[in-house]
């Protein structure tokens, strides 16, 4: 069974830093991994796709890397803002039946 | 606009009665899920459909049912067999195994 684990679990840093966030899965034999935001009381928004056979998409700030042999993934954010202030969650899609198993997110604070 | 919505926004209930929450996307996709995300915590996949009249059990699908009539429409219901139903409920679409898109949720309490 697929298990994903995002840590740490909590990140704080002040603007303008640049960040990294860390995304690790079980079973390499995945279709896709796709990045998101979760602001507080809200639905998901898709930040980032990344295939299985890609290595790293990137958009604007946002820049998402993909390394199958060690289950592992980075989101790293760029000259980072508050407004950047959101949970970021990480989701591996299965290869047979195409479900998702997603981590639990890290909660990121960019203080001004 | 293109999208998936989810209604109501809060809905509240008495323990032991059945509710069903509604999603609806325009996207034109095939495949639609339902998740559900306790505080502080990841989504847990409850049901998914890849096609019209096709669905299947999720990780924790056990006292919810579902039904996809329409391409465009995959209700939840939640009924009273759910121990522990009050959750944040998350509907969402895709094409195939391509990236999902989420609608805004719904907040059910169960009292």
């Known amino acids: 069974k697929q298990e994903v684990t995002q840590i740490p679990a909590a990140l704080s840093v002040p603007e303008g830093e640049n960040l990294v966030l860390n995304c690790s899965f079980t079973?390499?034999?995945?279709?896709?991994l796709q990045w998101f935001r979760q602001d507080p009381g809200k639905g998901l928004t898709s930040l980032l796709l990344?295939?299985?056979?890609?290595r790293e998409q990137t958009s604007g700030r946002l820049n998402a890397s993909l390394d199958k042999s060690s289950g592992r993934s980075t989101l790293y954010i760029a000259a980072s803002q508050p407004g950047d202030s959101a949970t970021y969650l990480c989701a591996v899609r299965d290869t047979n039946a195409g479900k998702s198993t997603f981590g639990d997110g890290t909660t990121l604070t960019v203080k001004p | 606009d293109g999208g998936i919505t989810q209604s109501p926004k809060y809905l509240f209930r008495k323990e032991g009665q059945n509710v069903t929450l509604s999603c609806e996307q325009n996207l034109n996709h095939d495949a639609m899920y339902w998740y559900r995300q306790d505080p502080g915590q990841g989504l847990r996949l409850i049901y998914y459909?890849?096609?019209?009249?096709?669905?299947q059990k999720g990780d924790i699908a056990e006292g919810y049912s579902v039904s996809r009539e329409k391409k465009e429409s995959f209700p939840l219901t939640v009924t009273s067999a759910q121990k522990n139903p009050t959750a944040f409920y998350l509907c969402?679409?895709?094409?195939?195994?391509?990236?999902?898109?989420f609608g805004p949720g719904t907040r059910l309490t169960v009292t």
């Open positions: 969402a679409s895709s094409t195939g195994f391509s990236e999902q898109y």
């Open positions: 459909s890849q096609i019209v009249n096709d669905f």
């Open positions: 990344i295939q299985s056979s890609q």
């Open positions: 079973d390499s034999a995945i279709y896709n």
